[in-house]
T-cell receptor, first 112, second 112 residues
Framework: GQQVMQIPQYQHVQEGEDFTTYCNSS?????IQWYKQRPGGHPVFLIQ?????EVKKQKRLTFQFGEAKKNSSLHITATQTTDVGTYFC????????????FGKGTLLTVNP | GAGVSQSPRYKVAKRGQDVALRCDPI?????LFWYQQALGQGPEFLTY????????KSGLPSDRFFAERPEGSVSTLKIQRTQQEDSAVYLC??????????FGSGTRLTVV
């Protein structure tokens, strides 16, 4: 079945440093979504990418979808303590127009 | 309602006990999903409803797990004869077509 892998598993940064998490799928994706889960919270939808090579920005967050639609990345510029949490990518393959397969997530901690 | 509501928030069950977890999705959302999230892991798909129809139950771990959504709104996930390996957070999510998921706060099930 479809597998979605994320690296790194953990990342600790000093406040103000940049952060990037990478997501790779074993199959070509129709779209990919990113979620953030604060400690003790539930996943919150951030964004969806659909087109090959797509780049979207939300303030300090930049999301990319690979040309082959099998990988994606999330980059945070100048991290803040409010960025702490686990970032999940979740992919939807062409065989399903509803089911999302989540990666294991990258836990980001920020030292003030 | 404004968001996805799940109850109870926490449930402690003795091994062998039956439990029922409730999800009240966002009004008008056709799609409803149940996911299971183990500690430190990403959400794992359990089952999917489109209105009252259960279109995919491929993620249910065993025949002890049963989900229903009889009127196309509120859904119940039932686990019979709970086992320790059932301990996890059970997340419900709803969405409208093509959009991201809105997750509830989850039910943390602990089987003792």
């Amino acid at each position: 079945g479809q597998q979605v892998m994320q690296i790194p598993q953990y990342q600790h940064v000093q406040e103000g440093e940049d952060f990037t998490t990478y997501c790779n799928s074993s199959t070509t994706l129709s779209n990919i979504q990113w979620y953030k889960q604060r400690p003790g919270g539930h996943p919150v939808f951030l964004i969806q990418l659909v087109k090959s090579g797509e780049v979207k920005k939300q303030k300090r967050l930049t999301f990319q979808f690979g040309e082959a639609k099998k990988n994606s990345s999330l980059h945070i510029t100048a991290t803040q303590t409010t960025d702490v949490g686990t970032y999940f990518c979740a992919g939807r393959s062409g065989g399903s127009n509803y089911k999302l397969t989540f990666g294991k997530g990258t836990l980001l901690t920020v030292n003030p | 309602g404004a968001g996805v509501s799940q109850s109870p928030r926490y449930k402690v069950a003795k091994r062998g006990q039956d439990v029922a977890l409730r999800c009240d999705p966002i009004s008008g959302h056709v799609s409803l999903f149940w996911y299971q999230q183990a500690l430190g892991q990403g959400p794992e798909f359990l089952t999917y409803f489109q209105n009252e129809a259960q279109l995919d139950k491929s993620g249910l771990p065993s025949d002890r797990f049963f989900a229903e959504r009889p009127e196309g709104s509120v859904s119940t996930l039932k686990i019979q004869r709970t086992q320790q390996e059932d301990s996890a957070v059970y997340l419900c999510a709803s969405s409208s077509t093509g959009s991201g998921y809105t997750f509830g706060s989850g039910t943390r099930l602990t089987v003792v």
